[in-house]
């Protein structure tokens, strides 16, 4: 009902502009993270902006909360569907960040860290013509990293 809503009486744009107030307005913190996670997935389930206009609230809300691992975990995967060497590289540094907020080993960062490495393998693959050299790089991180993670998780697939 409050989706029907708000569709009724805002526009788009004004839409975006609210989401963009609200996310500015967070209080760093992991309720905070749950929150703007949940709601941003609930923006893209439901098709209610760009892909474009997502991506950006992602990066505003990153401003906010860079320093949980929780949300830099989804911001990666967000940086990882915009199909970009640069931004796979930038999820692959902050997912690096992240592991070292937390005490022990995330099975869920290590393994959306493998993914985004295997991503850079294909990327790299698909502009090297020669060497392969970043391919093959990327590729061996990717599959250490998958070891890793079914070494702390093993019942996972």
Do not use: M
């Amino acid at each position: 009902i409050s989706q029907k809503l708000i569709r009724h009486l805002l526009k788009a744009t004004e839409i975006y502009k609210y989401f963009q107030t609200i996310i500015t307005h967070l209080n760093p913190g992991n309720s905070s993270s749950i929150l703007v996670t949940s709601l941003l997935k609930a923006i893209r389930t439901n098709n209610d902006l760009s892909p474009i206009q997502i991506n950006k609230l992602y990066d505003l809300a990153y401003n906010n909360l860079n320093e949980s691992h929780q949300f830099i975990l989804h911001y990666a995967i967000n940086l990882q569907h915009r199909n970009s060497i640069k931004e796979l590289e930038k999820a692959e540094k902050l997912l690096i960040y992240a592991d070292s907020l937390v005490n022990e080993r995330d099975s869920k960062l290590i393994h959306r860290r493998a993914v985004i490495t295997f991503e850079l393998a294909k990327e790299w693959f698909k502009t090297e013509k020669t060497e392969l050299v970043k391919t093959l790089r990327y590729l061996q991180e990717s599959r250490e990293l998958f070891e890793i993670k079914q070494l702390i998780d093993p019942c996972s697939s």
